[in-house]
């Protein structure tokens, strides 16, 4: 599993450095959003808190209103002709603090599932705040716990922050540790255009530029010492278009039900494959996950990667590291300084142009093969050392996001020796009987590990 998001850092003048523009993979994400839902949702599950839910909350609202990096939205520059901007709220373009803390009704912990499952078909609005906190108080049948518990949910935009920054954010956010810091400026709208046209003509030459290195990039990566991508694999049944519904489910174990075979993440890896072969009756299965790599000017700072499953291999053992081998090859060529300089094709592309290209970007053709039937995201989100209002956390969970050939998708999310692996996926494709056998093949295959 992953670990912590380091601080963003600046090298040049302090006056560029309290300017934060968009990278264009972050503004493409965010250009995609209303056709691809993506906003990450962090769930925390405490036990009740002790302090009445009403100060929780303005503690909360306390907390966030020090942290700079949580007090922004997006800024878009006139005309669209640069990327957009992350600035500070000012007080006529923002609605109140209140509308980013939403209180839901209590109930059981099926309840809050099900309005989970409607909440992951959304997504914030960037221009008023990049985020957005659920709160369900007094949650009955929660796991981990005879007592009711308080629950909350942070969503954040996708543009914003990949996993592992939305899993630190949300730490500072529920332990009260952050370091008080200023939001970010934006140029003047003249200023934006200034800076757009400045930069105009220096872009061309560079995108020329990437592109010759682009190239070389690709010669290294076709080295036979570096380690070649897992082959696609064909389409099944839950590589299709999901619709806008989602569903969601949890289940949550003890991190060393999962270490019996290996690391957390291949022990989750290992027992997906055994469900999903089974579930599908297909032994030739292959999981995309994505894999940290060093953090640059990008708020998204992972590549995801294709891993064989192996599901003709039945002892789960060998299955294990038959995986955690193939994982190993596929994270050295993810971290290859080759697939860095790849990665960055689109760094000097002008916003007008990326922006004209991911609009026409046709979503409902079917490729041949994917890198992953699934997607199988693994953060771990440190020590359970967090409390809320005198309440203990019990377990932590997330939800990756569906894609136009990806309906099943699960995350695996650690908190001090708690795991919980979670199920997303569309009523259109696995109706509520498939996926109570599916939820129920994925714990009979972590008991058999």
């Known amino acids: 599993m992953t670990h912590s ?12 450095c309290d300017l934060v523009q968009m990278h264009p993979s972050d503004a493409r994400r965010e250009w995609l959003g209303d056709r691809i839902p993506g906003d990450l949702f962090a769930l925390y599950c405490f036990d009740a808190p002790v302090a009445p839910v009403a100060d929780v909350l303005d503690e909360l609202r306390s907390r966030a209103a020090v942290m700079g990096e949580l007090q922004v939205r997006m800024v878009e520059v006139p005309a669209g002709l640069d990327y957009p901007y992350w600035a500070a709220h000012t007080p006529a373009a923002h609605t109140s603090a209140e509308d980013r803390f939403v209180v839901h009704g209590s109930g059981s912990y099926g309840d809050l599932l099900d309005t989970l ?47 592992v920054r939305t899993s630190a954010l949300a730490r500072d956010l529920l332990a009260g540790t952050a370091t008080p810091t200023t939001p970010p400026r934006a140029p003047s709208p003249a200023g934006m255009l200034t800076r757009a046209v400045l930069r105009l003509p220096f872009s061309i030459p560079r995108v020329i530029a990437d592109g010759r290195r682009a190239v ?56 997906i494959g055994a469900a999903l072969s089974q579930f599908l009756g297909v032994d030739e299965l292959s999981a995309e996950v994505p894999v940290a790599v060093a953090p640059g000017t990008a708020r998204n700072s992972y590549r995801n990667v294709g891993v064989d499953l192996h599901c003709a291999i039945r002892d789960p053992h ?132």
Do not use: K
């Open 216 to 271: 070389e990039a690709a010669r290294q990566l076709a080295d036979p010492s570096v380690p070649q991508p897992t082959p696609g694999r064909p389409l099944v049944a839950v590589n299709t278009a999901p619709g806008p519904r989602r569903t969601v489910r949890t289940l949550v174990f003890d991190s060393a039900d999962l270490r019996s075979v290996g690391t957390v993440t291949v022990g989750a890896l290992t027992a």
């Open 318 to 449: 060998e299955r294990a590291a038959a995986i955690a081998a193939d994982l190993a090859l596929q994270r050295i060529r993810a971290r290859h300084p080759a697939m860095a300089i790849r990665a960055r094709t689109d760094d000097h592309v002008p916003a007008p142009l990326l922006r004209f290209g991911t609009d026409r970007l046709d979503l409902s053709v079917v490729p041949p093969t994917v890198t992953g039937n699934t997607v199988v995201s693994s953060v771990h989100r440190g020590p359970a050392d967090l409390e809320l209002g005198g309440g203990r956390v019990r377990f932590t969970s997330g939800f990756p996001g569906l894609s136009p050939v990806q309906a099943l998708t699960h995350g695996v999310h650690g908190i001090g020796d708690t795991v919980t692996l979670s199920v997303t996926t569309s009523p259109d494709v696995l109706d509520a009987a498939g996926l109570a056998r599916y939820v129920a093949l994925l714990h009979e295959a972590v008991a058999s590990l």
């Open 117 to 163: 499952s409607g909440l992951v078909a959304t997504r914030v609005d960037v221009t008023v705040s990049p985020w957005r906190l659920h709160v369900f108080p007094h949650v009955t049948g929660a796991p981990r716990g005879n007592g009711p518990a308080l629950l909350v949910v942070l969503q954040m935009s996708h543009a914003f922050a990949d996993g």
């Open 5 to 16: 998001y380091p601080p963003r850092t600046c090298h040049g003048r302090q006056a560029d």
